[in-house]
């Protein structure tokens, strides 16, 4: 009977009838297939299907994956805060009423943009007596939790019944955060991470390493040798004694790992990136030999020990990373006083050499930034192995130059560039007319969309040769231009509508305006709007004439009338009258 019924639900999930959307951040193809609802309230367990409850999705970007009992775990947890009910976990082989039942399952439909399987694909089922999510993968499985959670918050708890299948276009869908030039703490990072799942972005980029300023040849050698430059990964590794010198603005290998483990729990990948040869000025103040004449930000590749050095860096910090593929950076190599050829023969040996090594000791793939797309007049082209992430036109056509040669190429055009206060050229929000119309043969953008102004300079919407899009986050103006929360703050109000279009979503902007601010308040497992939780709408009283008495010596208490306890302390009072307080 039992294997009936799946045979059965199997059946409807994968038919295609006319489906809707349910509103959402990302949209979710659904059909309504009959009368009534289920009501979230009524939940008394979570069951995970017994035979999956240990499995893994193994096609992602993370060697981390939790198992579909972890990912059960901590939908849990976000219920129990989102919808105020602790549910039991068990497991089991079928729903059971009133339950949410975790499974996976293989749909015809489990289609990327490229017509091709994807791991992170589930089908949602809701009768009036269960709810059925079944992933291609657990990661599938997460996604599909994220739905549930977003529909309830939407519609009171109430799910209509009926049935759908979700696929993500695109496998990369993400953020970037130059966290070289800036340092942000690692549970600002995991909190992004929280924050960016809700919408199902899986990727977030960390640029570990970089300088200010992009021409240090305006200054002195010796001024050049003291400019602001980081390497944030610190180790006791005699093999690069002396590369980090700042240990308070730095990750640990357990920072890291927080770090890792805390985004892979909700299914959000850290990508790293350790720049070079450009953007290198930490690497040329701790091996000045290595530096190219003139402009120390960039390496001599053709130095003997440049290479090996570069090595040695990725060696040591390799078996920290719980991903399939890393960053070389590679961005930026010119040289106004060198000539562009000269340098990109070396860069693409660079590249190749970084490539062979990294693959070789690691077994992960290598992403740069496009640079030197391939030429007929070059000795040698980047490896096809190699992904490209496209930023700009002048550097490269990502069609022409490299996806018509074989290239994988992940779209992060600065058009979606922001580079906090102030950029000459970018803006410090998001852009969301392009967000919902940048597609130049009309509607709104997607990942294959690299040029949006020319169709010309995009491949079509099924090329398998794009991975998909990160939007970046640059910090070109330093430290001190800006603080943890406004990286968030450029984010927050527009971020999720791409997260929409990273998917494939329909979002209209009229859509995404009606429903962001509840699905915001909603998000999980962060707080990054810094919301004070309050009873009532006061949200603290004090009346500075009701003092309790004095916990220890000097030590007194300001109580909060507001009954929100947020009472004050103080050992610094000197004097108290007309309900007024001297500190
Ligand atoms: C899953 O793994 C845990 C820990 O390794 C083990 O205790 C448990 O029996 C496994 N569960 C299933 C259903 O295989
Ligand atoms: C579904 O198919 C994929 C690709 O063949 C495979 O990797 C995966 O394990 C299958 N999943 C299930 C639940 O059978
Ligand atoms: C380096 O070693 C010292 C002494 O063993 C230890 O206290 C410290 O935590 C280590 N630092 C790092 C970054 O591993
Ligand atoms: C790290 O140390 C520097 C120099 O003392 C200081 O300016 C900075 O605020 C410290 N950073 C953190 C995160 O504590
Ligand atoms: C780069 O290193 C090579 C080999 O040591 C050296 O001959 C060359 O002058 C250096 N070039 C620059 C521009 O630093
Ligand atoms: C190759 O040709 C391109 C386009 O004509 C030119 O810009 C570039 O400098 C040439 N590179 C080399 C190594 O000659
Ligand atoms: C580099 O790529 C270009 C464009 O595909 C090709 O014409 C050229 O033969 C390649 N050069 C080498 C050395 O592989
Ligand atoms: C935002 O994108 C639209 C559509 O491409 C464009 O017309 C507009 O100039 C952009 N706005 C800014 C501030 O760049
Ligand atoms: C597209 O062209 C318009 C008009 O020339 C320009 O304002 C806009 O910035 C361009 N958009 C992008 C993303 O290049
Ligand atoms: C669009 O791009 C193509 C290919 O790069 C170019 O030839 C054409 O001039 C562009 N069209 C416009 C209107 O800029
Ligand atoms: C901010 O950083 C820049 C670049 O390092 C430096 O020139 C400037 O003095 C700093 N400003 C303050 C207020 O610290
Ligand atoms: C978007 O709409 C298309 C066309 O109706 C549909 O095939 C697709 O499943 C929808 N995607 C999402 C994520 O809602």
Redesign the pocket.
């Known amino acids: 009977m039992a294997v009936f019924i799946r045979t059965f639900v199997a059946i409807v999930l994968c038919s295609s009838a006319a489906v809707g959307d349910l509103l959402g951040i990302p949209t979710v193809p659904f059909t309504l297939t009959g009368k009534g609802h289920y009501d979230v309230h009524t939940t008394n367990s979570i069951v995970v299907n017994a035979q999956y409850a240990n499995a893994t999705d193994t096609n992602g970007w993370t060697l981390i994956p939790p198992t579909l009992s972890q990912f059960a775990d901590t939908f849990a947890d976000d219920f129990a805060d989102t919808l105020g009910n602790r549910m039991r976990m068990r497991t089991g082989n079928q729903p059971q009423s009133n339950s949410i039942f975790l499974t996976l399952d293989n749909c015809t439909d489990y289609r990327n943009a490229a017509g091709r399987w994807t791991s992170e694909a589930y089908s949602l089922e809701v009768t009036d007596d269960h709810v059925v999510i079944s992933g291609a993968s657990p990661l599938g499985v997460w996604w599909g939790t994220r739905t549930l959670s977003q529909q309830a918050t939407l519609n009171g708890g109430l799910l209509g019944v009926g049935s759908g299948v979700d696929s993500p276009g695109w496998n990369t869908r993400g953020i970037f955060l130059d966290v070289g030039r800036h340092y942000y703490p690692p549970s600002f990072i995991v909190e992004m991470c929280n924050w960016i799942s809700f919408w199902k972005q899986n990727t977030f980029h960390l640029h570990l390493s970089d300088n200010l300023y992009n021409n240090v040849d305006i200054y002195s050698l010796e001024r050049q040798l003291e400019l602001y430059a980081r390497f944030r990964l610190l180790t006791n590794d005699s093999a690069v004694a002396g590369l980090n010198l700042h240990p308070n603005e730095s990750y640990t290998r357990q920072d890291f790992d927080d770090i890792q483990y805390g985004c892979a729990a909700r299914g959000v990948t850290i990508i790293p990136e350790i720049e070079a040869p450009g953007h290198a000025l930490v690497i040329s103040q701790w091996k000045p030999e290595l530096a190219l004449d003139g402009q120390i930000d960039l390496l001599n590749i053709s130095y003997p020990d440049t290479i090996p050095t570069m090595e040695t860096i990725w060696q040591t910090f390799l078996p920290w990373f719980h991903t399939k593929a890393v960053h070389i950076g590679a961005d930026e190599y010119v040289d106004s006083q060198l000539t562009t050829n000269a340098l990109a023969g070396l860069y693409n040996t660079f590249v190749n050499s970084m490539n062979t090594h990294i693959n070789g000791i690691s077994g992960k793939a290598m992403r740069i930034w496009g640079t030197f797309p391939p030429m007929s007049n070059y000795t040698n082209n980047i490896s096809k192995d190699v992904a490209i992430q496209h930023w700009e036109f002048f550097d490269d056509y990502p069609y022409q130059d490299y996806i018509q040669n074989g290239y994988s190429v992940i779209n992060a055009d600065d058009?979606f560039y922001i580079v906090n206060k102030y950029s000459g050229s970018y803006?410090q929000q998001l852009?969301?007319?392009?967000i919902f119309?940048?597609n130049p043969s009309g509607g709104a953008f997607a990942p294959y969309i690299f040029d949006?102004?020319n169709s010309t300079n995009n491949p079509p919407k099924d090329s398998p040769f794009v991975p998909g899009h990160i939007a970046a986050q640059w910090n070109d103006y330093g430290y001190n231009t800006s603080t943890y929360l406004e990286a968030y703050y450029s984010w927050r109000d527009n971020l999720a509508a791409l997260a929409d279009k990273q998917w494939g979503g329909n979002l209209t902007e009229m859509q995404y305006d009606s429903i962001f601010e509840t699905l915001q308040a909603a998000a999980p497992a962060q707080n990054l709007d810094r919301t004070v939780k309050s009873k009532g709408s006061t949200v603290l009283q004090y009346e500075f004439s009701s003092f309790a008495p004095a916990a220890s010596g000097s030590h007194k208490v300001v109580k909060d009338l507001s009954g929100n306890d947020y009472n004050g302390h103080t050992d610094c009072l000197s004097s108290m009258s007309n309900g007024s307080i001297v500190l």
């Open positions: 058009h803006q852009n969301k007319t392009l119309h940048g949006p102004n």
